[in-house]
């Protein structure tokens, strides 16, 4: 590792300040990925910018929306009560992310930023219809995931909450890769009273997506036996050693199976 500054700026505004001071300064929230990325002097950084002191870590609703301040961590999500009331699958979501020491120190906003395309959040987000608050505005899940690990954000950019608004019914299910807990296959199912919503995270060459065929299938009757006769292909799925791109198409269509299922045992 490289030797560099720590700072811990008291306010989003001094952080961001910090941040456009140099390309060689960089924001850390829990350093699941970055912290392992400096070890290993694939990167190089002049100052790292803790964000523990910018109050971002409260949980909130506000007017009927949960909102969730980026320096949550998933074990923040997961016992929140206020989570478990108003969408219980994000609390259950966040109780699946890695272990329990990356539980501990990984957040929200960090694993939205980063755009693993194996990460749990985008899934829940993309489904969800939810808004990423940033230190200069607001961006739609639909605009904010770009390609693997490539986001909206500007270089100067902090993500600061994400509001996520409240479904009639939703769910999570993933196959884990059973070394790092990271989803091969993760499905959110999201049903609204205007439209039913499905995302899928670990699957995709570009990251996160919509699945389009299994929402189709899911407005019309919102059942796991809808599903039955659905067939994604194979075409823009990912293939590497832990699965081909035929098994985690099969494997998307069984989890929004399972997913719509536990969501209607809530």
């Known amino acids: 590792m490289y030797s560099f500054s720590y700072v811990k ?3 989003v505004e001094e952080a961001s300040g910090l941040l456009s001071n140099s390309e060689e300064n960089k924001v850390i929230s829990g350093g699941m990925t970055l912290l ?19 109050g971002l870590e409260k949980i909130t609703l506000e007017e009927g929306v949960l909102k969730i301040g980026a320096m949550a961590t998933h074990d923040d999500v997961s016992i929140s009560k206020l989570v478990k009331a108003e969408n219980p699958a994000i609390a259950e979501l966040a109780s699946q992310i890695g272990d329990r020491q990356v539980r501990n120190r990984g957040t929200i906003g960090g694993s939205l930023a980063n755009n693993d395309p194996s990460a749990c959040y985008p899934a829940a987000v993309l489904a969800l219809a939810g808004i990423i608050h940033t230190s200069k505005r607001y961006i739609k899940a639909k605009d904010f995931f770009v390609d693997l690990f490539e986001t909206a954000l500007e270089e100067d950019e902090i993500i600061t909450a994400i509001s996520l608004p409240k479904p009639e019914k939703a769910a999570y299910e993933k196959f884990p890769n059973p070394a790092s807990r990271y ?10 009273e205007a439209e039913t919503r499905v995302s ?8 996160v997506f919509r699945c389009r065929e299994i929402e189709s299938a899911l407005s019309n009757q919102f059942l796991p036996e809808s599903l039955s006769d659905i067939d994604i292909p194979a ?29 209607l045992a809530r």
């Open 9 to 11: 700026p008291g306010s």
């Open 36 to 54: 392992p990325t400096l070890k290993q002097r694939l990167a190089r950084v002049e100052n790292l910018i803790g964000l523990e002191k910018c």
């Open 183 to 192: 989803a091969m296959v993760g499905v959110f199912v999201a049903k609204f």
């Open 200 to 207: 899928v995270t670990g699957a995709g060459e570009g990251g």
């Open 235 to 263: 075409e823009g799925m990912i293939s590497d050693i832990h699965a081909e791109a035929d098994y985690r198409a099969h494997l998307t269509v069984e989890m929004a199976k399972r997913a719509v299922a536990k969501s």
